[in-house]
């Protein structure tokens, strides 16, 4: 299983800027992602499923309560103790995620 653990990114777009924690963990043989932001971030409802293994790169796609019927697709690439990625996301686009550095 690639990039499991904690990695931290600056995330800069024109509804949030601040620092996100990128949490990836093995659940009985699946993974499973989990964002943390700034307690005073208030984010809408989200559910990130159908992960996938692709070498060093995970992919997943997302539903968001604010966005009902459309899908968010994730991609994380791995190298070492770091990682970039994205999320595109309908109508916003794509939200990049720049030389996260792994935490734990």
């Known amino acids: 299983m690639v990039g ?6 600056k995330i800069d ?13 093995d659940v009985n043989g699946q993974y ?10 208030d984010i809408p409802d ?3 499923y159908d992960i996938t ?3 060093d790169t995970l ?8 966005l009902p019927g459309k899908e968010v697709d994730i991609s994380i690439t791995f190298e070492g103790d770091t990682a970039n990625g994205f999320l595109k996301i ?3 686009g794509k939200i990049k995620i720049k030389d996260a550095k792994k935490i734990a």
Do not use: C, H, Q, R
């Open 32 to 41: 499973k992602f989990e964002l943390e932001l700034p307690s005073d971030v």
């Open 46 to 48: 989200f559910e990130i």
């Open 4 to 9: 499991i653990g904690s990695w931290f990114a």
């Open 59 to 66: 992919n997943a796609k997302a539903s968001v309560s604010l």
């Open 13 to 25: 777009t024109m509804f949030f800027k601040g620092d996100v924690t990128i949490k990836v963990s």
């Open 53 to 55: 293994e692709d070498g």
């Open 90 to 92: 309908p109508y916003l």
